[in-house]
Structures are given as C-alpha cells and as structure tokens.
Nanobody, 124 residues
Framework: QVQLIESGGGLVQAGGSLRLSCAAS????????VGWFRQAPGKEREFVAA????????YFADSVKGRVTISRDNAKDTVYLQMSSLKPDDTAVYYC?????????????????WGQGTQVTVSS
C-alpha cells in the first residue's frame, strides 16, 4: 500500500503561483510513477501532469503546459507540482495518484493509489 497526502492548496489571485506537494508513505515511493489530476465542480476529473519514477520523464496536459512543472524528491518521498500564471479555470480539487508504470499516465483509472485532494481556488 502507498498512502498519499496532498498539501499546498489555497486561495490565490489570478496570475499567482502555488506549489502543491504529494507526500507518500508505505511502499518504496521511488518505484512509482506519479500523476496529478484535478476535478472542478460539475466536471470530470482531468489529467494535469505526470512524472516517471526516476523523474527523468515528465508529461503535461495542454491546458497547463508552460505554466506547470512537476518534480520529485525520492529521498523525501515527495512529488511537487509548481503552478504559475494561475487562472480562474485552474480552480479545482487537485489529486495526486501513484502507479507502477508511467504507461497510460493520462488515464486516471490506471492509478492504484490516490490522495484525498487539496483545494485550489483562483480568484479573478
């Protein structure tokens, strides 16, 4: 089992920045690829970004490309999502998730472990 806890969400003005953290415990976190997803009210959950187990490969949704970076510190069992130039459309609950293979990183149903989510609200 892998337990994931997100943090770093909050209220920010449009154009601002936030860094979300996903802290893991349980099995060896460095064996897992990690994805970030978000879900806005009334909308389906959507892929945001993903990172391979080593951190060598990263992937981003077109909607956030250029505004978001993803990184990990396996020594700290933590993955980070740095978001900048935030827009009101970025308002959502953000979730991190983990799975063994990076293949299919955009598909939420392929992830085995999920955090409880952290709310990000961007005001205009």
């Amino acid at each position: 089992q892998v337990q994931l806890i997100e943090s770093g969400g909050g209220l920010v003005q449009a154009g601002g920045s936030l860094r979300l953290s996903c802290a893991a415990s349980g099995r060896t976190f460095s064996n897992y690829a990690v994805g970030w997803f978000r879900q806005a009210p009334g909308k389906e959950r959507e892929f945001v970004a993903a990172i391979s187990w080593s951190g060598a490969n990263t992937y981003f949704a077109d909607s956030v490309k250029g505004r978001v970076t993803i990184s990990r510190d396996n020594a700290k069992d933590t993955v980070y999502l740095q978001m900048s130039s935030l827009k009101p459309d970025d308002t959502a609950v953000y979730y991190c998730a983990a799975k063994v293979s990076i293949v299919g990183y955009e598909d939420d149903y392929k992830y085995n472990y999920w955090g409880q989510g952290t709310q990000v609200t961007v005001s205009s």
